[in-house]
C-alpha cells in the first residue's frame, strides 16, 4: 500500500450564517486507508464529508486533491431526499454513475451496463437490477448507491452513515462487504458513523469531528453530553481499542505512523504541530 | 373536417407543441416544478402585450419575457434567498401587470387578445408553424444532448453534483427550454391553460410506468392525443380548442388515477416485505 496523500484539508473553515460547522480543520487522506468518522451530532461529520466530495465549499481555508479528479471520489449520502417515485429501476440509478466517465452526450453502453451489472451482483441486488429503485427496501436502496459510487471506478468513497436504523448483525455484513470492496477494488474509505461498537472494528483509524477533527480518537468529553460544554478544548482523549473507548492523557503519544504494522497504515496525519497549530489558544 | 387550412396548421401545431411539452413536462412533474409552468406563461403576457404594442413579432417579445422570468424564477430560488411560491407569485404578477400596462399605452381594442389568454386554432399562421417547428427543433436536440445528465440530476441533484455532472447549468437549461417551449405553443392553447399541456401527459404517464422510456414515450403519446382529439372535438362542437384539450386531459389523468396498476401495487407489494426484513446486507 502506498502511502501517497489523495486529499488534504488545510485549514479548512465552514460556516452557515452564525454557525459554525467546521473549524480549523487539518488533514491528509492517504491512499488505501480507511477511517471511521465519529463524532457527536452536528459535530461536522456529514459536512466535512461534503467538503471532501467537493459540494460544499470551505468559508476559509482549502482542499487540495493530489491526482484525484473528482468524479474519482464516490460520495455515498446518508439518506438521499428524492422522490423515490422516481421512474428509474436499481440498475439505472447505478448506471447514472457511470455518467461521469462516459462525458456529456455519450450514451452509456452494453459496457457500462454490464459494469453496473457486475457491482449489482457484488453488492447482492443481481435479483432486483431492473425493479424500480423505490420499490427497494431501505438497506437495498444504500447499497444501489453503494454500487452507484463504485462504478464510477472511484478511488476514495465517502459514506455518511450508510447503516443508520440497521441491527448489529446487518451492519456486521454490511462493513464486512465494504472491507473486501476496499480490498478487491483498492480503495480508501471514509465513513462517518455514530456507531461506537462496530464501525471501528472494521476500519484501521478513527477520526473524531466535533467542529474540528481530532485524530485517532475523541476527547472523551464528547460522550458526556452534561460535560461537553465544561471539558471541550482539553486533552483528555479516548482511546479506541476494538469495541470499548478508554481513556488516555498523553494525547499524541502515537500520532506518528506506525511503518512497521501494515494493518494500520494512517490515513490522517496529524498536522497539529505545524506553526499555524491553534492548540494553545483553545 | 382537417381539410380547411386553419384546421391544417392547428393540427400540426398541435402535434409539434404536445410532443415538446409532453417531453418538457417528463422533467417539470418529476422535478416538481409545475407551478413554475404557470408563473412562466403568465410573465409571457407581458411579452405578448409588449409585442402588440411596438409592433415586433410576439414570439420575440414573449420569449425574453418568459425566459426572463423562468431563469430569474430559477436564479431567486437557488440563492435560497426567497422560496420558490413567492418568486413564482412575484415573477407571475409582475408579468401581468406589464402586459396590462402594455396593452393600455395602445389605443383601441386589441381584438386577438383573448386568443392569446385562451389560444386559438384560428390564430396558428404558417410563420407561426416555422417559429414551433424551429423551437421544437432545438428544444428536442439540446434535451437529446443532455439526456442522461438531466435524468441524473432530476433525480439527485446533490450527488449529480457530486460526481461533477454540470447540474446547475443543466437546471438554467430546463428553465429555458420549459420556457421557450410554452412561448411556442401560447397561441394554440393559451396563458392559462399552457402549463395544463406541460404537467397532464408525464403525470398521466407515472400512473402508468416507473420505467423512464415508458412514461417518456406514453408522456408523447398522451398529450399527442389530447391535443388532437381536443382539436376536433373543439371544430366539431365550436367549443375552445384549449379548454377542450385541458378538460380532456384531466379526465384520461383522473381516470388513471383511479385505475392505476401502481397505486394498488405500492401499498401492499409483494417483495417489498420479504425485502425490507432481509436487512441491510445480503
Request: hydrophobic share 50%; glycine share 10%; with cysteine.
Given at each position: 500500500m502506498s502511502s501517497k496523500i489523495l486529499v488534504s484539508l488545510e485549514d479548512v473553515?465552514v460556516?452557515?450564517?452564525?454557525?459554525?460547522?467546521l473549524?480549523?480543520v487539518n488533514i491528509q487522506i492517504t491512499a488505501g486507508s480507511s477511517t471511521a468518522l465519529?463524532?457527536?451530532?452536528?459535530?461536522?461529520k456529514t459536512t466535512l464529508l461534503k467538503v471532501i466530495a467537493g459540494l460544499i465549499k470551505p468559508?476559509?481555508g482549502r482542499v487540495r486533491y493530489y491526482d484525484l479528479k473528482r468524479a474519482r471520489i464516490g460520495y455515498v449520502p446518508?439518506?438521499?431526499?428524492?422522490?423515490?417515485?422516481?421512474?428509474?429501476?436499481?440498475?439505472?440509478?447505478?448506471?447514472m454513475g457511470r455518467y461521469p466517465a462516459l462525458g456529456l452526450?455519450?450514451?452509456?453502453?452494453?459496457?457500462?451496463?454490464?459494469i453496473?451489472?457486475?457491482m449489482?451482483?457484488?453488492?447482492?441486488?443481481?435479483?432486483?437490477?431492473?425493479?424500480?429503485?423505490?420499490?427497494?427496501?431501505?438497506?437495498?436502496?444504500?447499497?444501489?448507491a453503494i454500487a452507484r459510487a463504485l462504478v464510477g471506478e472511484p478511488k476514495l468513497i465517502l459514506l455518511d452513515?450508510p447503516?443508520?436504523?440497521?441491527?448489529?448483525?446487518?451492519?456486521?455484513?454490511?462493513?464486512?462487504?465494504i472491507r473486501?470492496l476496499k480490498k478487491e477494488l483498492s480503495l480508501t474509505i471514509l465513513v462517518a458513523?455514530?456507531?461506537?461498537?462496530?464501525?471501528?472494528?472494521?476500519v484501521d483509524d478513527?477520526a473524531?469531528v466535533?467542529?474540528?477533527v481530532?485524530l485517532?480518537?475523541?476527547?472523551?468529553?464528547?460522550?458526556?453530553?452534561?460535560?461537553?460544554?465544561?471539558?471541550?478544548?482539553?486533552?483528555?482523549?479516548?482511546?479506541?481499542?476494538?469495541?470499548?473507548?478508554?481513556?488516555?492523557?498523553?494525547?499524541?503519544?502515537?500520532?506518528?505512523p506506525?511503518?512497521?504494522?501494515?494493518?494500520?497504515t494512517r490515513n490522517t496525519r496529524?498536522t497539529?504541530?505545524?506553526?499555524?497549530?491553534?492548540?494553545?489558544?483553545? | 373536417?382537417?381539410?380547411?387550412?386553419?384546421?391544417?396548421?392547428?393540427?400540426?401545431?398541435?402535434?409539434?407543441?404536445?410532443?415538446?411539452?409532453?417531453?418538457?413536462?417528463?422533467?417539470?412533474?418529476?422535478?416538481?416544478?409545475?407551478?413554475?409552468?404557470?408563473?412562466?406563461?403568465?410573465?409571457?403576457?407581458?411579452?405578448?402585450?409588449?409585442?402588440?404594442?411596438?409592433?415586433?413579432?410576439?414570439?420575440?417579445?414573449?420569449?425574453?419575457?418568459?425566459?426572463?422570468?423562468?431563469?430569474?424564477?430559477?436564479?431567486?430560488?437557488?440563492?435560497?434567498?426567497?422560496?420558490?411560491?413567492?418568486?413564482?407569485?412575484?415573477?407571475?404578477?409582475?408579468?401581468?401587470?406589464?402586459?396590462?400596462?402594455?396593452?393600455?399605452?395602445?389605443?383601441?381594442?386589441?381584438?386577438?387578445?383573448?386568443?392569446?389568454?385562451?389560444?386559438?386554432?384560428?390564430?396558428?399562421?404558417?410563420?407561426?408553424?416555422?417559429?414551433?417547428?424551429?423551437?421544437?427543433?432545438?428544444?428536442?436536440?439540446?434535451?437529446?444532448?443532455?439526456?442522461?445528465?438531466?435524468?441524473a440530476?432530476?433525480?439527485?441533484?446533490e450527488l449529480a453534483r457530486a460526481s461533477g455532472i454540470p447540474e446547475?447549468?443543466?437546471?438554467?437549461?430546463?428553465?429555458?427550454?420549459?420556457?421557450?417551449?410554452?412561448?411556442?405553443?401560447?397561441?394554440?392553447?393559451?396563458?392559462?391553460?399552457?402549463?395544463?399541456?406541460?404537467?397532464?401527459?408525464?403525470?398521466?404517464?407515472?400512473?402508468?410506468?416507473?420505467?423512464?422510456?415508458?412514461?417518456?414515450?406514453?408522456?408523447?403519446?398522451?398529450?399527442?392525443?389530447?391535443?388532437?382529439?381536443?382539436?376536433?372535438?373543439?371544430?366539431?362542437?365550436?367549443?375552445?380548442?384549449?379548454?377542450?384539450?385541458?378538460?380532456?386531459?384531466?379526465?384520461?389523468?383522473?381516470?388513471?388515477?383511479?385505475?392505476?396498476?401502481?397505486?394498488?401495487?405500492?401499498?401492499?407489494?409483494?417483495?417489498?416485505?420479504?425485502?425490507?426484513?432481509?436487512?441491510?446486507?445480503?
Amino acid at each position: 500500500m502506498s502511502s501517497k496523500i489523495l486529499v488534504s484539508l488545510e485549514d479548512v473553515s465552514v460556516r452557515f450564517q452564525e454557525l459554525t460547522a467546521l473549524h480549523d480543520v487539518n488533514i491528509q487522506i492517504t491512499a488505501g486507508s480507511s477511517t471511521a468518522l465519529i463524532g457527536p451530532n452536528g459535530g461536522g461529520k456529514t459536512t466535512l464529508l461534503k467538503v471532501i466530495a467537493g459540494l460544499i465549499k470551505p468559508t476559509q481555508g482549502r482542499v487540495r486533491y493530489y491526482d484525484l479528479k473528482r468524479a474519482r471520489i464516490g460520495y455515498v449520502p446518508q439518506e438521499s431526499v428524492v422522490d423515490w417515485r422516481f421512474p428509474v429501476s436499481a440498475l439505472d440509478v447505478v448506471l447514472m454513475g457511470r455518467y461521469p466517465a462516459l462525458g456529456l452526450i455519450r450514451r452509456a453502453g452494453r459496457h457500462d451496463r454490464e459494469i453496473a451489472l457486475t457491482m449489482l451482483a457484488r453488492v447482492g441486488l443481481r435479483d432486483v437490477a431492473i425493479r424500480p429503485v423505490g420499490a427497494l427496501s431501505g438497506g437495498q436502496k444504500q447499497r444501489v448507491a453503494i454500487a452507484r459510487a463504485l462504478v464510477g471506478e472511484p478511488k476514495l468513497i465517502l459514506l455518511d452513515e450508510p447503516t443508520s436504523g440497521a441491527d448489529v448483525e446487518a451492519k456486521d455484513r454490511f462493513y464486512s462487504l465494504i472491507r473486501e470492496l476496499k480490498k478487491e477494488l483498492s480503495l480508501t474509505i471514509l465513513v462517518a458513523s455514530h456507531d461506537l461498537v462496530v464501525v471501528p472494528r472494521f476500519v484501521d483509524d478513527v477520526a473524531c469531528v466535533a467542529k474540528t477533527v481530532h485524530l485517532h480518537a475523541c476527547p472523551s468529553e464528547i460522550w458526556d453530553e452534561e460535560h461537553f460544554q465544561r471539558l471541550y478544548g482539553t486533552q483528555m482523549e479516548a482511546i479506541f481499542h476494538g469495541k470499548v473507548p478508554h481513556r488516555m492523557v498523553a494525547p499524541h503519544a502515537n500520532a506518528k505512523p506506525s511503518r512497521g504494522d501494515p494493518a494500520r497504515t494512517r490515513n490522517t496525519r496529524n498536522t497539529r504541530n505545524t506553526p499555524k497549530s491553534k492548540k494553545g489558544k483553545r | 373536417m382537417f381539410q380547411a387550412a386553419f384546421m391544417q396548421r392547428a393540427l400540426i401545431a398541435g402535434v409539434m407543441v404536445s410532443i415538446l411539452l409532453s417531453v418538457l413536462g417528463f422533467f417539470v412533474v418529476l422535478r416538481r416544478m409545475s407551478f413554475i409552468g404557470v408563473g412562466i406563461a403568465h410573465a409571457a403576457f407581458g411579452g405578448v402585450a409588449l409585442g402588440h404594442l411596438l409592433g415586433i413579432p410576439i414570439f420575440l417579445s414573449a420569449s425574453v419575457f418568459s425566459v426572463a422570468a423562468g431563469l430569474g424564477i430559477g436564479a431567486v430560488t437557488r440563492r435560497g434567498r426567497i422560496k420558490e411560491d413567492t418568486a413564482i407569485g412575484i415573477f407571475f404578477a409582475a408579468g401581468m401587470a406589464l402586459g396590462v400596462l402594455f396593452l393600455s399605452l395602445k389605443p383601441g381594442y386589441i381584438t386577438d387578445l383573448a386568443s392569446y389568454l385562451f389560444g386559438s386554432i384560428l390564430a396558428v399562421t404558417p410563420t407561426d408553424l416555422w417559429i414551433i417547428a424551429a423551437a421544437a427543433f432545438l428544444i428536442l436536440v439540446l434535451l437529446a444532448l443532455f439526456f442522461k445528465e438531466l435524468l441524473a440530476s432530476s433525480f439527485d441533484a446533490e450527488l449529480a453534483r457530486a460526481s461533477g455532472i454540470p447540474e446547475g447549468f443543466l437546471f438554467y437549461l430546463l428553465l429555458g427550454l420549459v420556457s421557450l417551449g410554452i412561448v411556442s405553443a401560447i397561441k394554440l392553447v393559451g396563458i392559462i391553460l399552457v402549463s395544463a399541456l406541460l404537467v397532464l401527459p408525464a403525470a398521466t404517464a407515472l400512473q402508468w410506468s416507473r420505467r423512464y422510456g415508458w412514461v417518456l414515450a406514453l408522456s408523447a403519446l398522451f398529450g399527442l392525443a389530447y391535443t388532437v382529439s381536443g382539436l376536433a372535438i373543439s371544430y366539431w362542437i365550436d367549443i375552445p380548442s384549449g379548454a377542450t384539450i385541458v378538460i380532456l386531459g384531466t379526465a384520461v389523468f383522473l381516470l388513471s388515477l383511479a385505475i392505476s396498476p401502481l397505486r394498488r401495487r405500492k401499498g401492499n407489494h409483494p417483495d417489498r416485505t420479504r425485502s425490507a426484513r432481509s436487512g441491510t446486507t445480503g
